[in-house]
């Protein structure tokens, strides 16, 4: 996602610290969160309170949908953006990032991106990634991850974190905004507005 982040806001010197949600618990600071914030709410409050202590100037809390249905995308929206609100600290600038089905559709998106790692035109890619899904424990099933491990193996790629970020360092922010248009067209757009409060 960084080469991403870069690509779309132009910078190409932005600092990036990563932390699971998981190790959000060790900085929690509050007994209990303010009535209306649930969910990831809860999550994204606690990693706005981590990211102002620790002076970072943006906070971008990424979690898969999980889900091909837009409502699901929005609601989870929803619940971050109200723990981003519960927390008023403006200085840090708050994006959500809620990739429809998971992060693997938004790398299986941009045709020309694999050509580019390639260096040839890659067969069985998937029109519409965001519209994928299937069982997480069969490997023949069209879960983004699943057919990104397919396409990994078909050209001889590590299925890991450094083959994402070769991979896109080449996508193209306005082909992503095409293909994905129901969660990462939301992402980039906040990523260049920030919510503040």
């Known amino acids: ?22 190790e959000l618990t060790l900085f929690e600071p509050f007994k209990k969160f303010p009535g209306g914030v649930y969910g990831h709410g809860q999550k994204a409050f606690v990693a706005k309170a981590a990211a102002a202590r620790e002076g970072c100037n943006y906070l971008i809390y990424m979690v898969d949908a999980d889900d091909t249905s837009p409502q699901r995308h929005n609601d989870i929206a929803g619940e971050i953006l109200s723990g981003f609100g519960a927390l008023k600290k403006p200085e840090v600038g708050c994006v959500a990032c809620i990739p429809v089905s998971a992060s693997e559709a938004w790398m299986l998106a941009d045709k020309e991106a694999w050509r580019k790692l390639t260096g040839h035109e890659v067969a069985n890619l998937p029109g519409k990634p ?14 983004p991850h699943n057919i990104f491990a397919r396409i990994c193996a078909q050209e001889e790629l590590a299925d ?5 970020s070769l991979l896109a360092a080449h996508i193209d922010p306005g082909t992503l905004r095409r293909s994905c ?15 503040k409060s």
């Open 160 to 164: 890991s974190s450094e083959t994402r």
């Open 1 to 22: 996602m960084q080469p991403i982040i870069r690509s779309i806001t132009g910078n190409a010197d932005i600092n990036f610290e990563v932390k699971f949600r998981a």
């Open 181 to 195: 248009p129901a969660s990462f067209t939301h992402f980039a757009d906040m990523l260049l507005k920030p919510h």
């Open 130 to 143: 965001e519209e994928l899904w299937g069982e997480k424990r069969d490997p023949s099933s069209n879960r």
